[in-house]
């Protein structure tokens, strides 16, 4: 079995803030973690994934993620917020066995950028 | 051109009414999803399909069903609709390319469903 908690449905952050947006993991096997991020009114784009190589895993438009097997965390970061990077980010796991292939997403966090 | 594309993008419909969400991909991947997306609370896996004569049951499949016409197209059915299923809905698709990792899941634009 396998779960994703997303701590913070909304996150504001001021353009040049640090963004940190939170995520918590279960699972019964060595998880694949993943961060997507989901632009209005698009599909979801993969932002970057851990596959157990290198715990701390960098993505696109400057975003990295780090994780952290006694915490269950895989927390995503970017050091400096933009206008752009307003838009819905979802954590999601996948396990190995039975649960190969099949993503469990988070609930969601919409991050919201002030000028 | 995308290469994964669903069709209709938008979709209004009554109760009781049959209706089929369609997914396409050019992707040549052998795994495709279905999700469904409803404010807070992410993404729900309604039906997935490993190859062309693999289909199974995600976490929410009651009142849906699936066909694999062929390994680029995908179709959801709702043979009934009720009001709760208005939702968003996302095909997906995967495929593991041999490596022994875990494989990327590409998502179409999504087709939003109103039930009425």
């Known amino acids: 079995a396998q779960s994703v908690t997303q701590l913070g449905s909304h996150v504001s952050v001021s353009e040049g803030a640090l963004v940190l947006l939170r995520c918590n993991y279960s699972?019964?096997?060595?998880?694949?973690l993943f961060w997507y991020v989901q632009y209005p009114n698009q599909g979801l784009q993969l932002l970057l994934k851990y596959t157990s190589a290198a715990t701390l895993v960098k993505g696109i438009n400057g975003f990295e993620a780090e994780f952290k097997k006694s915490e269950t965390s895989f927390h995503l970061t970017k050091p400096s917020a933009h206008m752009s990077d307003a838009a819905e980010y979802f954590c999601a796991v996948s396990g190995r066995g039975t649960s190969y292939g099949k993503l469990t997403f988070g609930q969601g966090t919409i991050l919201t950028v002030h000028p | 051109d995308a290469d994964v594309t669903q069709t209709p993008r938008n979709r209004i419909t009554k109760t009781g009414k049959r209706i089929m969400l369609e997914c396409s991909q050019t992707k040549g991947h052998d795994r495709m999803y279905w999700y469904r997306q409803d404010p807070g609370l992410g993404l729900q896996l309604i039906y997935y399909?490993?190859?062309?004569?693999?289909?199974n049951k995600g976490e929410i499949s009651d009142g849906y069903s699936v066909s694999r016409q062929a390994q680029a197209k995908f179709s959801l059915s709702l043979e009934s609709a009720i009001p709760n299923q208005t939702a968003l809905y996302f095909c997906?698709?995967?495929?593991?390319?041999?490596?022994?990792?875990?494989?990327?899941?590409?998502f179409g634009p999504g087709t939003r469903l109103t039930v009425l």
């Open positions: 997906a698709t995967s495929d593991p390319g041999g490596t022994g990792e875990t494989d990327t899941q590409y």
């Open positions: 399909s490993f190859d062309v004569k693999d289909i």
């Open positions: 699972s019964s096997v060595p998880p694949y």
